[in-house]
T-cell receptor, first 114, second 112 residues
Framework: AQSVSQHNHHVILSEAASLELGCNYS??????LFWYVQYPGQHLQLLLK??????LVKGIKGFEAEFIKSKFSFNLRKPSVQWSDTAEYFC????????????FGKGTKLTVNP | NAGVTQTPKFRVLKTGQSMTLLCAQD?????MYWYRQDPGMGLRLIHY???????AKGEVPDGYNVSRLKKQNFLLGLESAAPSQTSVYFC???????????FGSGTRLTVV
C-alpha cells in the first residue's frame, strides 16, 4: 500500500529564512505528486503538482519542489519565507493510472515568526 | 464559479443521530471524494466516486455511506453517529486527466 512520510511535524522559522519540507513516499510505480497548503481555518489549496517531465516544479507563491525518483522524495522548498506562509503543508501521492486514492502525509505545521 | 461547495459548515450531533453532508461541484468533474481530517493524521479517504452512479470505499469507510445520483453531487451519510466520527470533513473533486484536486471548505462535525 502507498504511504507518505513527512519528516517534520512542526517547523518554526523567522521571516526571510529558507524552507525545506521533506516528503518521502513508498510506491514502486509511476506516481503523481502534490503539495497542498492549508491556512488556518481554511480548506486545502494546491501549491504545486508533478506528473511528468522536469523534476523541478514551480508552484504558486514562490514555492518549488523537486522530484527525486531514486530517493522516492518530493521535497518542498522556498528561498525566503514570509509571515503569511504560516500554515500546514501536506504532501500527497497518487499512483498514475491506478487507484483513485490520493494518499496524504500527516502534514507539517509551519510557523513563521515576524 | 463556486467550485466545490459543502453544506453544512458546522454541525453538532448526538450519539446515534443520523445526518447527510452534501458536496456540490459546478465544474463538471468526473471524480469526487470524501476525506476526514483529524489532528496529526492528515487526510484520510472515506469514499470516492469515479462517475455518476458509482461509489467505492476508501481507507476508512466504516460507519459511512455515500451516493452519487447526480454528477454534480456527492452525499456522505452517517447512519448512527459516534464520537469517533468527530472530525472535519472535506469533499474534493477533479476532472479526468492530469489535474489537481479541488477541495471544499470543509464541514466541522462534533458528535457528543
Amino acid at each position: 500500500a502507498q504511504s507518505v512520510s513527512q519528516h517534520n511535524h512542526h517547523v518554526i522559522l523567522s521571516e526571510a529564512a529558507s524552507l525545506e519540507l521533506g516528503c518521502n513516499y513508498s510506491y514502486g510505480g509511476t506516481v503523481n505528486l502534490f503539495w497542498y497548503v492549508q491556512y488556518p481555518g481554511q480548506h486545502l489549496q494546491l501549491l504545486l503538482k508533478y506528473f511528468s517531465g522536469d523534476p523541478l516544479v514551480k508552484g504558486i507563491k514562490g514555492f518549488e519542489a523537486e522530484f527525486i525518483k531514486s530517493k522516492f522524495s518530493f521535497n518542498l522548498r522556498k528561498p525566503s519565507v514570509q509571515w503569511s506562509d504560516t500554515a500546514e503543508y501536506f504532501c500527497a501521492v497518487k499512483s498514475q493510472g491506478g487507484s483513485e486514492k490520493l494518499v496524504f502525509g500527516k502534514g507539517t505545521k509551519l510557523t513563521v515568526n515576524p | 464559479n463556486a467550485g466545490v461547495t459543502q453544506t453544512p459548515k458546522f454541525r453538532v450531533l448526538k450519539t446515534g443521530q443520523s445526518m447527510t453532508l452534501l458536496c456540490a461541484q459546478d465544474m463538471n468533474h468526473e471524480y469526487m471524494y470524501w476525506y476526514r481530517q483529524d489532528p496529526g493524521m492528515g487526510l484520510r479517504l472515506i469514499h470516492y466516486s469515479v462517475g455518476e452512479g458509482t461509489t467505492a470505499k476508501g481507507e476508512v469507510p466504516d460507519g459511512y455511506n455515500v451516493s452519487r445520483l447526480k454528477k454534480q453531487n456527492f452525499l456522505l451519510g452517517l447512519e448512527s453517529a459516534a464520537p469517533s466520527q468527530t472530525s472535519v470533513y472535506f469533499c474534493a473533486s477533479r476532472r479526468d486527466g492530469n489535474y489537481g484536486y479541488t477541495f471544499g471548505s470543509g464541514t466541522r462535525l462534533t458528535v457528543v
